[in-house]
Every structure is written in structure tokens, then in C-alpha cells.
């Protein structure tokens, strides 16, 4: 089971970051996705999460300016934010947890992607 990020990359500040990420593998039961980030010298921090049955979580930091949105179905998130700061530079990583024929809850993490908000 792995989970692959796409997006990312430089931002400018007042602009919009769209990140998805998507799950694969012998997935059985998707309970939880979402997103944290690593800014340099941080603690890895959540972002947004989003359940199964569509209760979503917002860190206050982005809580009126992102959106994230699961898909069941397809086993994606997908994370827009807005109004970028350069405080938003950042690692972002994708999360997951899910249901294996092997194990009831699996936590997968994704390598990471870059988002960096500079003019």
C-alpha cells in the first residue's frame, strides 16, 4: 500500500496550492486521508483530514482558506489552498489510513512534495 502525492512547487504569496494524492494497493477499507506538512526546523503538523463518511478536520491555520475533499470510490484527496503566506513553505505530506486483508489499520505515509511560497 502506498500513497503517491502530486502538486507542489512555487507559489506565489497570496496565490493557490492544489495538492492530490492518491492510494493504491490491496486496500480494503479507506478510513482517513489527509494532509500534514514539515516546515524547516518544525514539527511535522496537520494540515486537514478528511474521513470516509466526510467529517473533515482543519488545523486553524487554514481553517477558511483550504478545502480538502475525499473521494471513497477512488481512494484520493485533494487539498486547495489560498492565500498563501511564506509561513505555508513547507514539506506537505499525504496520510492514510486504511484496511488491509492483513492488517485492520494500516498508516501510510507519502514521500512528501515541496511547496515553497516566494515571489
Known amino acids: 500500500v502506498q500513497v503517491v502525492e502530486s502538486g507542489g512547487g512555487l507559489v506565489q504569496p497570496g496565490g493557490t496550492l492544489r495538492l492530490s494524492c492518491a492510494a493504491t494497493g490491496d486496500i480494503s477499507s479507506m478510513y482517513i486521508m489527509g494532509w500534514y506538512r514539515q516546515a524547516p526546523g518544525k514539527s511535522r503538523e496537520l494540515v486537514a483530514t478528511?474521513?470516509?463518511?466526510?467529517?473533515?478536520e482543519y488545523a486553524d491555520f487554514v481553517k477558511g482558506r483550504a478545502t480538502i475533499d475525499i473521494d471513497n470510490r477512488k481512494l484520493t484527496v485533494d487539498l486547495q489552498m489560498g492565500s498563501l503566506n511564506p509561513e505555508d513553505t513547507a514539506v506537505y505530506y499525504c496520510?492514510?489510513?486504511?484496511?488491509?486483508?492483513?492488517?485492520?489499520?494500516?498508516?501510510?505515509w507519502g514521500q512528501g512534495t515541496v511547496v515553497t511560497v516566494a515571489s
Open positions: 478528511a474521513t470516509s463518511a466526510g467529517l473533515t
Open positions: 496520510y492514510a489510513q486504511v484496511g488491509t486483508i492483513l492488517t485492520q489499520y494500516l498508516h501510510v
